[in-house]
């Protein structure tokens, strides 16, 4: 079945850049997104790249996808204290795309 | 961006009661929301699929009759939780599909504690 994963933790140093991967498992993904999820609330869309794109900038955020290999990235320049939260990966499945397999998570944590 | 709203944001029930969640999109219509549960340090696991006007599209494992759902306008779907008992405890986010973007747009979510 579909799978994504992602690894669990990192720690950056703020100001450093945060590479945050997900690897997924179904090739005829349409869309793969990343949200963010402070504590307590509900996700935020940050961004999103359709799957014939190889790179998407977005101000600090940029996302890289290797569609040969399965594998999605979000780089967050200048890391801040409030980029601190926890990030899903998700790849939209199904006949019209419109369901998200999310990955676990990785809980972003910026150092002083 | 296209906005979702939860109601309530948290609430405390007796076991045995029923609750009823809604979700709403506030700012554009939506033909198709979804339901997710969300265990602590976990991540989504998506309940059902809630089209407007039609019967809700349920995932293995989740009961139907247990979890009602009901999508009776484009900016509206409701949760209700039936019966509940202490292990429906949980925090349960609701989104709603934007199709201009065929992206998925977050509720806040509804922290359910049963007692």
């Known amino acids: 079945g579909e799978d994504v994963e992602q690894s669990l933790f990192l720690s950056v140093r703020e100001g450093d850049s945060s590479v945050i991967n997900c690897t997924y498992t179904d090739s005829s993904s349409t869309y793969l997104y990343w949200y963010k999820q402070e504590p307590g609330a509900g996700l935020q869309l940050l961004t999103y790249?359709?799957?014939?794109?190889d790179m998407k900038q977005d101000q600090r955020l940029t996302v890289l996808l290797n569609k040969k290999d399965k594998h999605l990235s979000l780089r967050i320049a200048d890391t801040q204290t409030g980029d601190s939260a926890i990030y899903f990966c998700?790849?939209?499945?199904?006949?019209?795309?419109?369901?998200?397999?999310f990955g676990p998570g990785t809980r972003l944590s910026v150092l002083p | 961006g296209a906005v979702v709203s939860q109601h309530p944001s948290w609430v405390i029930c007796k076991s045995g009661t029923s609750v009823k969640i809604e979700c709403r999109s506030l700012d554009f219509q939506a033909t198709t929301m979804f339901w997710y549960r969300q265990f602590p340090k976990q991540s989504l696991m998506l309940m059902a699929t809630s089209n407007e006007g039609s019967k809700a599209t349920y995932e293995q494992g989740v009961e139907k009759d247990k979890f009602l759902i009901n999508h009776a306008s484009l900016t509206l779907s409701t949760l209700t939780v039936t019966s509940a008992h202490p292990e429906d405890s949980s925090f349960y986010i609701c989104s709603a599909r934007f199709p201009a973007e065929e992206t998925q747009y977050f509720g806040p979510g509804t922290r359910l504690l049963v007692l």
């Open positions: 790249i359709f799957s014939n794109m």
């Open positions: 998700a790849e939209s499945i199904g006949n019209y795309g419109q369901n998200f397999v």
